[in-house]
């Protein structure tokens, strides 16, 4: 199972807005909505911010939202806060039972 | 207090093997699945696999198949992770995480990680 592609970085300034994508195939992402996305901070375990494509566990502010078209989804940060710098990865069912996850990406808040 | 309490770090040699523990509290351990991810140095999380802590039963990355255990003690609410014939590569950190039954394909809580080191 190869590893979901997702961008290496990005960035942003604070109450800026930006989109993190999450590519994957038919297999995985396009075939099942059970796509996840964690957010980890330095040294830190990671932490749920959004489950099912787009719902988000209580506690995660309404600033993150996520969707998804086809094999890509998507999760998109409103209002940049200085805390929200972080690596993001996302993950999705791949059927059979196993899960697959994307291979990170490092936002900035600028 | 709801948390997933794994053991501390370790040393080994190449070609030794390691066993991580994860011990659930503040929540009945055999309602939900402990699955496995590992992170090596600046790397991304690999899913490894997980166990039903109910039944047993497992279901391992094809990576690691032939080379991962993962079993539970349910009397000590503690989910274990052991890899064998271990390499370099295998230096990371070692997360466990409790998912829901049924169609709930995400991991809502997990453990601090245990690293693992693997040199000679």
């Known amino acids: 199972q190869s590893a979901l592609t997702q961008p290496r970085s990005v960035s942003g300034s604070p109450g800026q807005s930006v989109t993190i994508s999450c590519t994957g195939t038919s297999s995985d992402v396009g075939g099942y909505n059970y796509v996840s996305w964690y957010q980890q901070h330095p040294g830190k375990a990671p932490k749920l911010m959004i489950y099912d494509v787009s719902a988000r566990p209580s506690g995660v502010p309404d600033r993150f939202s996520g969707s998804k078209s086809g094999n890509t989804a998507s999760l998109t940060i409103s209002g940049l806060q200085a805390e929200d710098e972080a690596d993001y990865y996302c993950c999705s069912y791949a059927g059979n039972y196993i899960l697959v996850f994307g291979g990170g990406t490092k936002l900035t808040v600028l | 207090q709801v948390q997933l309490v794994q053991s501390g770090a370790e040393v080994k040699k190449p070609g030794a093997s390691v066993k991580v523990s994860c011990m659930a509290s503040g929540y009945t351990f055999t309602s939900y699945a402990v699955h496995w991810v590992r992170q090596a140095p600046g790397q991304r999380l690999e899913w490894m696999g997980w166990?039903?802590?109910?039944?047993?039963?497992?279901k391992c990355s094809q990576k690691f198949q032939g080379r991962v255990t993962i079993t539970r003690d349910t009397s000590a609410s503690t989910a274990y992770m052991e890899l064998t014939s271990l390499r370099s590569e295998d230096t990371a950190v070692y997360y466990c995480?409790?998912?829901?039954?049924?169609?709930?394909?995400?991991?809502?809580?997990w453990g601090r990680g245990t690293l693992v080191t693997v040199s000679s």
């Open positions: 166990i039903n802590t109910g039944n047993g039963d497992t």
């Open positions: 995480g409790r998912k829901t039954y049924g169609a709930y394909w995400y991991i809502d809580l």
